[in-house]
């Protein structure tokens, strides 16, 4: 990843990757827009790969299900968020390099434009296509007053769609 003229690079060498906290698959790094469940992580040593799982519900602000952008090519894009302690890194200044030996994967997000080009949405099941019944056309909506109360806590929504699947969402 390039940061203004400095490039970063992150360790996929076995053990250099820390991703028992990554559970939720996000859209945009929002974490209050959760598209789905990521269920396991996997690095080889030069890339990594993710199974995940994207919720029914999942929308797009523009009311079009996320399964709907994910399998037309409008959100194939994966980006990730992470974080590492400046001594896990090996830092070049005069190749303006960082090469992040050990770091910790919090979350992965669809996107339509990723950090890294190369990074993206390998295959899509079709059975994750809404119905034709389903809408992926927003219907009008009056906006919410604030004092009306807001959706139920996507924790909750998570563990409904997915009974027995989720123990913990913090």
Known sequence: CSMGSWTETLSHAPGAVDASTCRALLINHDP???AGTVDSVAFDGHAGTAQAKVLTSAKMESGI???????????????IAYTYESRDCQIDDKARTVVVNKWRLLEASLTPIPADAGA???????????????????????????????????????????????????
């Open 120 to 170: 993206g949405v390998r295959s899509f099941p079709s059975n994750h296509l809404p119905t034709e019944k389903e809408s992926t056309m927003p219907e009008p909506v009056d906006p919410k007053p604030a004092d009306k109360p807001v959706d139920p806590p996507i924790a909750d929504q998570i563990a409904a769609e997915h009974p027995g699947q989720i123990t913990v969402l913090a």
């Open 65 to 79: 299900a996320v399964s709907e952008a994910v399998a037309c090519g409008a959100l194939r894009g994966v980006s």
């Open 32 to 34: 209050n827009r959760i």
